[in-house]
């Protein structure tokens, strides 16, 4: 298994983009969920789901959308890139009942100017 | 609101010696309590978590203890060495166990 895998690695934008990070599980979690990873606070949640076609807000929503057509893909969408967003994106999913024992994809630093 | 509050913010430690960090959670609802690790560029990784029904749990080196009627749990590593060396964050489920909200991690530096 891959397990939880993203794309891309790295990405720089300019203030006013969009863009989407792809984020896909091959072990058949129905939970998966988008954080942020900023110095000093941590790890917050932007969007989760619960299982497909089911989405809803974390701490952090304002300036990303999400979807869930499928299991297994759980992309994040920038609509209108600006500085604040700069961070490290984190992709996690788990199985339904087992929220804390969450598995990371590697991350992805975006980095807006 | 609901928030988990993690200290201290670092934690510098000399190998050998034991390293102590604390949470403290808002929802008396959660009840299952995991710990991560994240290595420096990597990814966080469970290693450790306790269920709202027992005290206290043991890894080897590392315990989970658990005080439901304080609302806090705390990590304890014991033998530090210079590979414990990383990022800890403790997290605990709220809003109906539909979210995992993180602490904002404790940076542990274990010098040889």
């Known amino acids: 298994n891959a397990g939880v895998t993203q794309t891309p690695k790295f990405q720089v934008l300019k203030t006013g983009q969009s863009m989407t990070l792809q984020c896909a599980q091959d072990m058949n979690h129905e939970y998966m969920s988008w954080y942020r990873q900023d110095p000093g606070m941590g790890l917050r949640l932007i969007h989760y789901?619960?299982?497909?076609?089911?989405?809803d807000q974390g701490e952090v929503p304002n300036g990303y959308n999400v979807s869930r057509s499928t299991t297994e893909d759980f992309p994040l969408r920038l609509l209108s890139a600006a500085p604040s967003q700069t961070s490290v994106y984190f992709c996690a999913s788990s199985r339904a009942g087992t929220l804390g024992e969450q598995y990371f994809g590697p991350g992805t630093r975006l980095t807006v100017t | 609101g609901e928030n988990v509050e993690q200290h201290p913010s670092t934690l510098s430690v000399q190998e050998g010696d034991s390293a102590v960090i604390k949470c403290t959670y808002s929802?008396?609802?959660?009840?299952?309590f995991p710990w991560y690790k994240q290595e420096l560029g990597k990814r966080p990784q469970l290693i450790i978590d306790i269920r709202s029904n027992v005290g206290e749990k043991k890894d080897q080196r590392i315990a989970v203890t658990l005080n439901k009627t304080a609302k806090h749990f705390s990590l304890h590593i014991t033998e530090t060495q210079p590979e414990d060396s990383a990022v800890y964050f403790c997290?605990?489920?709220?809003?109906?166990?539909?979210?995992?909200?993180f602490g904002t991690g404790t940076r542990l530096l274990v010098s040889p």
């Open positions: 997290a605990a489920p709220l809003t109906g166990f539909q979210k995992l909200v």
């Open positions: 789901s619960v299982g497909a076609g089911i989405t």
């Open positions: 929802d008396s609802a959660s009840n299952y």
